[in-house]
T-cell receptor, first 115, second 112 residues
Framework: DADVTQTPRNRITKTGKRIMLECSQT?????MYWYRQDPGLGLRLIYY???????NKGEISDGYSVSRQAQAKFSLSLESAIPNQTALYFC??????????????FGSGTRLTVV | GDSVTQMEGPVTLSEEAFLTINCTYT??????LFWYVQYPGEGLQLLLK???ADDKGSNKGFEATYRKETTSFHLEKGSVQVSDSAVYFC???????????WGAGTKLIIKP
């Protein structure tokens, strides 16, 4: 099994629909992240969580919400999807150690299309 | 605040050519520096890292040296292959909370 699993891998949804992207990890790390990737724009941080009770907004949190159900699970929701939320979404986890630890481990991504 | 600047892509090279992808950073103190690679259709994977000045990270024939005096962490490979075609991201670990600050990514295309 992959260290970080994202579901679904691909999703097409209609404008105005609520959608949830799920992420689970087996690394045992406390820190989890949701990123959005658009062509030519690199990675942009949506939300991050340092532990189950600590959730923080990233640079582009408007229109998104998250839930940290357990150490291993971190879900991203789009309450009312709009076309400009069409993008590739990545979940990542890290141990948050000194000097960046061993870096981040990423999931394979969810390709979301809002029509 | 902390930031990372990478050379714009795409970078197109022929197989067996020498590769350099430039990365410079702005940060206080001595952050750890990383290179990640994203192959088509996949998530990002850690390629190499360096945690202090003059450290050299290396993996799969790629190398990068942490240069404090020039605040740089350029990625190099002596002879690229078609299979190296991917997007490469430079990142630093913020010393305030150990989150990664990302460059915009550089797409590398290797032609046979």
């Amino acid at each position: 099994d992959a260290d970080v699993t994202q579901t679904p891998r691909n999703r097409i949804t209609k404008t105005g629909k609520r959608i949830m992207l799920e992420c689970s990890q087996t690394k045992g790390h406390d820190r989890m992240y949701w990123y959005r990737q658009d062509p030519g724009l690199g990675l942009r941080l949506i939300y991050y969580s340092f532990d189950v009770k600590d959730i923080n907004k990233g640079e582009i949190s408007d229109g998104y919400s998250v839930s940290r159900q357990a150490q291993a699970k971190f879900s991203l929701s789009l309450e009312s999807a709009i076309p400009n939320q069409t993008a590739l979404y990545f979940c990542a986890t890290s141990d948050g150690g000194v000097a960046g630890g061993r870096g981040y481990t990423f999931g394979s991504g969810t390709r979301l299309t809002v029509v | 605040g902390d930031s990372v600047t990478q050379m714009e892509g795409p970078v197109t090279l022929s197989e067996e050519a020498f590769l350099t992808i430039n990365c410079t950073y702005t940060a206080t103190g001595y952050p750890s520096l990383f290179w990640y690679v994203q192959y088509p259709g996949e998530g990002l994977q850690l390629l190499l890292k360096a945690t202090k000045a003059d450290d050299k990270g290396s993996n799969k024939g790629f190398e990068a040296t942490y240069r404090k005096e020039t605040t740089s962490f350029h990625l190099e490979k002596g002879s690229v292959q078609v299979s190296d075609s991917a997007v490469y991201f430079c990142a630093l670990s913020s010393l305030s909370n150990y989150q990664l600050i990302w460059g915009a990514g550089t797409k590398l295309i290797i032609k046979p």
